[in-house]
């Protein structure tokens, strides 16, 4: 093949290309224009169309007036959640809590027995902290009271309470405490069980 002919074969094939495009373009497609309205839409049609999207568009203040107090409460809502960097972090938050809550009301809080991250719902995580001590009766009230006043989103997962001395009146609690925390702190589980 010399160069004379590569040219010669390379303008055939071009002009065949723009060719069929132009036929495809002005013969095929031609006459299909679009159109705004059709020739066969009425002018009642037109005013019923016209009616309803004013109706549409007549809601749309209201739904953005409750797109803005639904951002509002989950904002406010999510002031409660524990913000740490990482899952561990959240669960030491969690736990300084508990004890915080427990020294005001007089009880000894110390250690944990189970600690764990798990997903809640499709948005947020839930750190889990259970800790056991021993307290009188009273006390335990009050420091269930005091959980329940605090800002942060928390909620008992686990209570287990049982007589420890009666003549004390103490009673031995095993309490299961879970916090909020968003999703990315919640470890990602690889393999076929996350499918």
């Known amino acids: 093949m010399t160069t004379g002919s590569l040219d010669r074969r390379t303008v055939l094939i071009l002009a065949a290309g723009v060719l069929s495009i132009l036929v495809m373009r002005f013969v095929v497609m031609g006459d299909k224009q679009p ?30 007036k409750t797109a803005h107090q639904a951002s509002a409460e989950l904002a406010t809502r999510e002031k409660g959640m524990i913000l740490a ?24 809080v110390r250690g944990a027995e189970e600690m764990k991250v798990r997903p809640l719902a499709d948005d947020y995580g839930e750190v889990v902290v259970a800790v056991s ?14 959980l329940a006043n ?5 909620a008992t997962s686990d209570i287990r309470v049982a007589a420890a001395n009666p003549k004390e009146k103490t009673v031995q609690v095993r309490l299961g405490l879970s916090g909020v925390v968003p999703r990315k702190l919640v470890p990602v589980k690889k393999g076929p069980a996350s499918l």
Do not use: Y
Request: charged residues 30%; negative net charge.
């Open 150 to 154: 605090r800002r942060e989103l928390l």
């Open 85 to 108: 960097d990482t899952a561990a972090q959240a669960q030491a938050q969690l736990l300084e809590i508990i004890r915080r809550a427990g020294k005001d009301e007089g009880i000894d």
């Open 35 to 64: 159109a705004a309205v059709t020739e066969s839409e009425s002018v009642p049609l037109a005013e019923q169309r016209l009616a309803k999207l004013r109706e549409t568009l007549a809601t749309v203040p209201g739904k953005e």
């Open 133 to 146: 001590f021993t307290c009188r009766i009273e006390q335990f009230v009050n420091f269930m009271t005091a």
